[in-house]
């Protein structure tokens, strides 16, 4: 069965710093992975994904993730915090034949003035 | 255009209620969804549509019913709802029958509250 552990429940960042938002997944079989993000009362917008190929992978808003078979993890950073980032994300996970796409619990991230 | 559109936005329904929960996207997808999503928790899937037939229910209770109408719609009904199912309903739609590797793109939400 797949799984996913976002690795802290809030991130506090200054504006200008590094964000770094860590995913580790479990899956029998070579994974589908995703981020994305949802801002106060809406839905969830996707950032990046992986599939295959290139294992560095860019997204939208300046996010990038690196996705790392032997630590098997999929770790979501951006250069520099904006204040606009501050939003909860969530990792996921699906199967390459599945139809489910299973999500962590999220991390909150809030940006510092 | 990437948009899936829902409404009503907010509802509130008392136990004894029927209502339904909106769903339309013209992307031309051909899979389906609605997550349940309570506060301070991540989605957790509800239903797979694919080709407008049901392929996954994750054994919701039977007082919530989908239904998808055609390729572009898809609708939640609600019957005697309890307090703990007050949560935001997402749909969701994707390009083929699976998520693997197919984006899945959300809508905005509708958010219920049951009384």
């Known amino acids: 069965a797949q799984s996913v552990t976002q690795l802290g429940s809030h991130v506090s960042v200054s504006e200008g710093a590094l964000v770094l938002l860590r995913c580790n997944y479990s899956?029998?079989?070579?994974?589908?992975l995703f981020w994305y993000v949802q801002y106060p009362n809406q839905g969830l917008q996707l950032l990046l994904k992986?599939?295959?190929?290139?294992?560095l992978v860019k997204g939208i808003n300046g996010f990038e993730a690196e996705f790392k078979k032997s630590e098997t993890s999929f770790h979501l950073t951006k250069p520099s915090a904006h204040m606009s980032d501050a939003a909860e994300y969530f990792c996921?996970?699906?199967?390459?034949?599945?139809?489910?796409?299973?999500f962590g619990a999220g991390t909150i991230l809030r940006v510092k003035s | 255009d990437t948009e899936v559109t829902q409404t009503p936005k907010h509802l509130v329904m008392g136990m004894t209620n029927k209502k339904s929960l909106k769903c339309e996207q013209h992307?031309?997808?051909?899979?389906m969804y609605w997550y349940k999503q309570k506060a301070k928790k991540p989605p957790e899937l509800m239903f797979v549509?694919?080709?407008?037939?049901?392929?996954i229910n994750e054994s919701v209770p039977s007082r919530f019913s989908p239904e998808c109408p055609n390729s572009s719609l898809l609708n939640l009904h609600l019957h005697a709802l309890q307090p703990e199912d007050s949560a935001l309903y997402l749909c969701?739609?994707?390009?083929?029958?699976?998520?693997?590797?197919?984006?899945?793109?959300f809508g905005e939400g509708s958010w219920l509250t049951v009384v």
């Open positions: 969701a739609s994707s390009l083929g029958q699976g998520s693997s590797g197919n984006t899945i793109y």
């Open positions: 899956s029998s079989v070579p994974p589908y």
């Open positions: 996921a996970v699906s199967e390459v034949y599945g139809n489910k796409l299973v």
């Open positions: 992307m031309g997808h051909r899979a």
């Open positions: 992986y599939t295959t190929g290139a294992t």
């Open positions: 549509y694919s080709y407008e037939k049901l392929s």
